[in-house]
């Protein structure tokens, strides 16, 4: 459920509620629904939850025969005026909440026939008509649909900087004839006056604003690859240096086609040259964030008999080097196993959420069989350096037979869920918690690269 609390104002919650040819249904469907079902048509709507002891208040609702079916969750942005006179960056007379989403499939197949959108839904009080901005996204005629987007505030001012969000392309769009996808970034730009709107988001397409493409491609070995299908929300940090991070990964899971598929699928960390000030959007196309190193090989030697610190990554030795490289980059991606030949095994992909906390990303992966009357496979947990997309000096999962930090362990049978963080466990300070579709809790004890805790880095003695 996403909420946006407003100090006595709308708390805005967010339900898709079924309908069959138009008509409203009287329950909202399950969710998380992805990956093992598809609603009917959507209807989005938002209520008022402010005060727990009465019952929920719906304020409004909003359909389109553009939305397709539920398989974007939304987010809420807040947007006020940048340094009012006499009002604070908190204070809510001026701030204006919209729930922005994207555009789903449009058969139950799981396919996508329709160009994607993304909407900006104003949130509004009961009785009040919501303003509906729709910010096409791609080329039309494409057949595509959204992944689940999230917003960004970078300098936590109570002001929604940008919204990220994957895209997945439907192999009926040409090339390379499978299932592919692009990354983006919909920034807020600054409202000077109220009232707020979405004038200053993205950028002018035609007559409308528009999200701008952040990565399309991949170069692995000299070539280019496509990104795969996006169908899930992403984790956002600032790293020391102030670099705005951005963590996905890509896969489908909605059909029995997407079992035994074995194209590769990745795991990517992108900084953003755009909210990083190094390049301004005047286009969809000219911001892309794609010189990313491929770090699908790289080994760390913690205590390793013989060989370079760093191993598998050219010619970069040292850790030291590897952080340095990927900081005059764009950042780095690994390619997850595609099982191509196997009989039995789909690819690995990445089908659930990546959590983050204290320099480590975690994303939990899954290799379906092909056995298409169970939902059988398995799924491991990658536990990575956010900096470089590799094990880490003091290893996060530990180290391995051969000496060297372990980025990954095995979660078994069944489709993992998201990791859970509990601050405090020992010995490590942390613990993950797994759920799994067979039922099964698993915990996990990664090691943090940093420090779980907030901390001073610097003060100010003011004296009279």
């Not at 004038?199 to 690859?225: D, H, K, Y």
Request: overall charge negative; glycine content about 10%; charged content about 10%.
């Amino acid at each position: 459920m996403s909420t946006s609390t407003a100090a006595g104002e709308i708390a805005a919650p967010h339900a898709r509620f079924e309908t069959q040819n138009g008509a409203n249904a009287a329950t909202p469907t399950s969710w998380p629904c992805r990956p093992y079902c598809l609603a009917h048509a959507s209807v989005d709507v938002s209520g008022d939850i402010t005060n727990p002891d009465v019952d929920p208040t719906v304020l409004t609702a909003y359909s389109s025969s553009t939305l397709g079916l539920t398989t974007s969750y939304p987010t809420v942005t807040r947007m006020s005026p940048k340094n009012p006179p006499g009002n604070a960056k908190t204070d809510h007379s001026n701030a204006v909440f919209s729930m922005v989403l994207g555009s789903g499939v449009q058969s139950y197949d799981g396919r996508a026939s329709a160009q994607a959108s993304l909407f900006a839904v104003k949130l509004v009080n009961q009785g009040t008509a919501p303003t509906v901005t729709s910010m096409p996204v791609g080329l039309a005629g494409v057949g595509s649909f959204m992944a689940d987007p999230i917003t960004f505030d970078r300098d936590l001012d109570f002001r929604s900087d940008a919204v990220y969000v994957g895209r997945s392309i439907d192999p009926s769009a040409g090339a390379p004839g499978y299932w592919w996808g692009k990354y983006y970034r919909l920034t807020m730009g600054v409202c000077s006056s109220a009232p707020c709107g979405t004038s200053t988001w993205g950028v002018a397409n035609g007559a409308s604003r528009a999200a701008t493409e952040m990565i399309a491609q991949l170069t692995i070995g000299g070539s280019t690859a496509y990104l795969g299908p996006i169908t899930i929300s992403s984790s956002v940090t600032l790293d020391d240096a102030g670099n705005t991070w951005v963590f996905f990964g890509t896969g489908r899971f909605f059909t029995q086609t997407d079992k035994i598929d074995q194209h590769v699928q990745y795991l990517v960390g992108v900084k953003d040259t755009v909210m990083n000030g190094g390049c301004t959007q005047s286009s969809v196309t000219n911001c892309p964030d794609q010189n990313l190193l491929d770090v699908s090989n790289a080994q760390i030697c913690v205590s390793c008999a013989s060989g370079n610190q760093v191993q598998g990554v050219g010619t970069v030795a040292t850790f030291a080097s590897l952080v340095s490289q990927v900081q005059g980059m764009d950042g780095w991606f690994i390619q997850l196993t595609t099982n191509s030949g196997s009989t039995t095994l789909g690819a690995e992909r990445s089908i659930v959420n990546p959590s983050l906390i204290s320099g480590a990303v975690f994303f939990p992966t899954f290799t379906p069989t092909y056995d298409i009357c169970v939902a059988t496979g398995t799924s491991n947990l990658y536990g990575l350096y956010y900096k470089t997309g590799t094990g880490y000096t003091d290893p996060i999962f530990g180290v391995d037979a051969a000496g060297k930090a372990a980025r990954q362990v095995s979660l078994g049978e069944g489709l993992a869920s998201s990791v859970a963080i509990q601050i405090g466990s020992q010995p490590t300070g942390m613990a993950g918690f797994v759920q799994s579709s067979n039922s099964s809790i698993i915990k996990v004890q990664p090691k943090p690269p940093s420090t779980l805790w907030s901390q001073y880095i610097s003060w100010m003695n003011h004296r009279d």
